[in-house]
């Protein structure tokens, strides 16, 4: 089977749907199938195409359905797509809908924020991750914490700063990594690190040392407003290390109800108590730990490869 996996982005791109994609290719390679990713409005000939980001790729799957009227039309749902286009109702968002044969989430807590209309296409196929070999880089220090996001409004990046001044006397050390993706953002990191000492902006790393450093702090965050199911939050638990978290949809389907490690989204407050807390508290970083290994099942490859082998045959 020839599939084609449709990025809204460059496929040099650093971002969570491109590196989705590539996951994609390389599972479905490894299952026996002939799988391709892809960026343009003029998608070749296939038997299926995965498209991620229904309106950015509104196109190249109207082109898809054009040349391949026979052919499986996957859309997959991003967090773009469900906590924006749709919220905002945009029209492309709803054309490729109605294109699509299929939809998919990567956690089950998306289903629900699937249109009513539109439900019987869902399916829920689970993200894995695909670790590569990581590239040892210094350990930090003690007290560390990091969040690994690209710099955008998303993504809620300096609710850490803001939580850090609830926090003087809190002896950390918190680490950002990832670009900016406007020069205000930068100037915004770069004013953060002026005025505390315990902040640095580690800008872009090649993903092998994005990893080791995720494996080796104490914890990583994720602030986002609005999430579909984050790469770098999979990555955490599949490293072994817990995840601090904003209490949305995404996160939640991703590490369950009861995990320990959820502050309220866009609270600063609530963000530096749990902040506290997890590095002073040796029973709730064993309770964390705990759950974190617990949730590693999640994210094996041998089950999003069934979720997808399943789509293929129905």
Not at 143 to 170: C, D, E, G, M, Y
Request: net charge negative; charged share 15%; proline share 9%.
């Amino acid at each position: 089977m020839y599939v084609l996996v449709s990025s809204a982005y460059p496929l040099t791109s650093p971002k969570g749907n491109t590196i989705t994609a590539k996951r994609i290719v390389q599972l479905l390679n490894d299952a026996g199938h002939l799988a391709e990713a892809i960026h343009t409005d003029m998608p070749p000939q296939a038997d299926a195409m995965i498209a991620l980001h229904a309106t950015k790729t509104l196109i190249t799957s109207q082109r898809f359905k054009v040349c391949s009227p026979q052919g499986k039309l996957i859309i997959y749902l991003t967090g773009t797509d469900l906590y924006k286009d749709l919220p905002d109702n945009k029209p492309e968002f709803f054309e490729a809908l109605e294109l699509a044969d299929y939809l998919v989430v990567s956690q089950k807590a998306s289903l629900a924020s699937v249109p009513s209309k539109y439900r019987p296409k869902a399916r829920f196929v689970p993200a894995s991750v695909l670790l590569p070999p990581e590239h040892p880089c210094p350990p930090p220090p003690e007290n560390s914490v990091l969040l690994a996001a690209h710099l955008r409004p998303v993504k809620n990046p300096f609710l850490i700063n803001k939580a850090l001044t609830l926090l003087p006397q809190l002896q950390l050390h918190a680490f950002t990594l990832g670009a900016a993706l406007d020069p205000q953002m930068a100037e915004q990191a770069n004013h953060w690190q002026t005025i505390d000492r315990r902040f640095q902006w580690l800008n872009t790393l090649p993903y092998p040392e994005t990893l080791s450093w995720m494996r080796q702090v104490d914890f990583t965050i994720n602030t986002s407003h609005s999430e579909g199911g984050s790469n770098a939050v999979a990555e955490s638990i599949a490293l072994g290390t817990p995840v601090l978290a904003s209490r949305i949809e995404g996160n939640l389907g991703l590490l369950e109800d009861n995990y320990l490690g959820y502050f309220e989204p866009d609270s600063p407050q609530s963000l530096a108590d749990l902040l506290a807390l997890a590095l002073s508290d040796p029973d709730l970083q064993a309770q964390l730990h705990t759950q974190t290994q617990n949730l590693q099942h999640k994210f094996l490859p041998e089950k999003e490869i069934q979720g997808w082998i399943t789509l293929f045959k129905h």
